[in-house]
């Protein structure tokens, strides 16, 4: 049995949405638990909940029951600004979309968030971005880039804030495939480095196959993949 503390508790949690005049139930009791250290992926058909799922535990939106717990605290209780304050200290996210900010250099773009959290570490940074391939490139602007180039600066900008937990949507969904595995590999790598837990939306069962363990949803709930 491992002694691995869960840095992510998920307990019945459920999610519906009106659509006109019908109720659409989204998530139906779904449960999970992910330890500290460790990655899932998470898959499904399009409209299981997957997306809703990670939301939720990023305090996007909120549940309509069950509980979220994420480093021993409760999320599901907190208001906006609760939420908000989690995200900044100990959730990091990254999206199929890449979500830099254009205005800002590629090496501003990978400090953004670890200056948000008062965590900013310069050698820190340059060790990530090192990592990443990206040397030389903190003068650029993301339209400079290519689409690999951008989504990891992505991941370097989640990773340079140490969040506890990484939340990660696609993140190689907008990348030809052999970009998509380099990438994935590196994010898989860095989060291993930093003893983060890692929730990975994917459509894909090859590139599910590479994290820790795997969670198929289907209606809703928790089922047989």
């Known amino acids: 049995m491992s002694a691995r503390a869960p840095i992510l508790e998920v307990s019945d949690l459920r999610k519906s949405y009106v659509e006109g005049e019908e109720r659409i139930e989204v998530l139906r009791g779904v449960s999970l638990t992910l330890e500290t250290g460790c990655s899932l992926a998470l898959t499904g058909e399009s409209g299981s909940g997957k997306s809703t799922l990670l939301h939720l535990v990023a305090g996007l939106d909120a549940a309509d029951g069950g509980a979220i717990r994420i480093a ?17 200290d100990a959730v990091g996210l990254v999206f199929q979309q890449f979500n830099l900010i254009p205005s800002l250099t590629v090496g501003a773009n990978l400090a ?28 650029r602007y993301p339209e400079q880039l290519s689409g690999g180039q951008q ?8 990773l340079a804030a140490r969040p506890a937990l990484v939340l990660a949507d696609e993140p190689t969904g ?10 994935l590999d590196l994010m898989l790598e860095l989060v291993a480095e930093a003893g ?21 949803l289907s209606g809703g709930r928790v089922a047989a993949a």
């Open 72 to 88: 021993g605290q409760e999320v599901t209780g907190l208001s906006d600004a609760g939420r908000a304050r989690l995200r900044r």
């Open 112 to 139: 953004f968030q670890s200056r948000l959290a008062g965590r900013h570490d310069a050698a820190e940074v340059a060790r990530l971005a090192d990592r990443l391939g990206l040397a030389g490139l903190e003068a």
């Open 151 to 158: 989504q990891r600066v992505a991941i370097g900008r989640t």
């Open 174 to 183: 907008n990348l030809d495939e052999a970009t998509g595995d380099a990438v």
């Open 196 to 216: 983060a837990g890692l929730l990975m939306v994917t459509h894909s069962p090859r590139l599910a196959a590479r994290l820790d363990g795997r969670l198929h």
